[in-house]
């Protein structure tokens, strides 16, 4: 009979609930991939010709005719999932003198997710806003011909690009400044009052009814580009690109068309365990833990716009 080994350490259900639940930066990273769980961190998964889903087949068959029956063919690809973690601790003794305070290993809990859900954030943001991702689904503007300028119509050619995606895309996601940017914009004002009036900030339901897409994910997280010692710099995780995707919640790894997925082997929890060996009383590790890998798997679901404000 096999034994398994013990593990050193325990997961805080109450815990991971109060870090789950906090989010002070509006990160969206959770909220953008089509979600696929996997049993193993190692998996495969099929990449479809994109033409199968869309050529049309002749069905009309006679009383004792057989229906045409499709194989679809895919090539079979590999990869794998990558542990993400960080970790936070604070001493026995500190505990035990200030045992009053019984939300402070809750607060340093947050605190540490807060980190680890933000280098998740930057990561995705650098998959999903590099061009390669999209096999040529893309455009680059610049101060000079972007959403800025004067004669900018920002509408007309956000729809123009959606019109030219394979599948129309239902998400759009955006930085916070390129989302205030929209809904201020005057022929956008315009557009909501049907008037002459240019200022003003529509609210972002509009938008989705413009563009005629479910889900507008406002990216509201900065990070600090700059080295650690150096004079903070912060810039918005999503830039200011758009990023137009078409998502299905039904699609998988095996079939299903669908921009990207977040292949998730072990979804996010805390670890706790003790060390005896700093201090005079040890100390308590609170390690937050998650496992799971971000994939395109459909490039021409997607379009991406560099540069549009």
Not at 148 to 174: E, F, G, H, L, R
Not at 224 to 243: A, C, E, F, M, R
Not at 269 to 275: G, I, R, T
Request: hydrophobic share 35%; glycine share 6%; net charge negative.
């Amino acid at each position: 009979m096999t034994t398994l080994l013990e593990l050193p350490y325990v997961k805080d259900e109450a815990l991971t609930g109060l870090a789950i639940s906090y989010n002070p930066q509006d990160l969206i990273g959770d909220k953008l991939l089509t979600k696929t769980y996997v049993s193993s961190p190692e998996f495969k998964y099929h990449f479809y010709d994109k033409g199968q889903m869309i050529t049309s087949i002749d069905t009309e068959i006679g009383e004792y005719g057989l229906p045409e029956e499709t194989e679809f063919t895919y090539t079979e690809k590999h990869d794998g999932t990558s542990i993400y973690s960080h970790a936070t601790k604070l001493s026995v003794r500190h505990l035990n003198l200030n045992n009053q305070e019984l939300n402070k290993e809750a607060k340093r809990v947050m605190f540490s997710r807060n980190l680890l859900k933000l280098a998740d954030e930057v990561r995705l943001a650098k998959l999903l806003r590099s061009t390669s991702s999209y096999s040529g689904n893309s455009v680059t503007l610049n101060s000079s011909n972007n959403f800025t300028t004067a004669n900018a119509a920002p509408v007309a050619y956000i729809q123009s690009c959606m019109d030219s995606m394979w599948k129309p895309a239902n998400t759009m996601v955006i930085s916070r400044a390129g989302a205030s940017f929209l809904r201020s914009c005057k022929s956008v004002v315009q557009m909501y009052n049907g008037s002459a009036i240019e200022d003003g900030l529509v609210p972002l339901e509009f938008l989705k009814e413009v563009f005629d897409v479910e889900n507008i994910l406002v990216g509201g997280a900065r990070v600090n580009t700059n080295k650690p010692g150096q004079t903070v710099n912060l810039s918005y995780v999503w830039g200011n690109d758009i990023i137009l995707m078409y998502l299905d919640d039904a699609a998988d790894l095996d079939c299903g068309v669908t921009f990207g997925q977040r292949v998730i082997y072990q979804d996010y929890n805390v670890q706790v365990f003790y060390d005896p060996k700093p201090g005079s009383e040890g100390v308590k590790y609170y390690k937050s833990v998650e496992e799971h890998k971000d994939i395109v798997t459909c490039p021409d679901c997607g379009f991406l716009i560099k540069g549009a404000f």
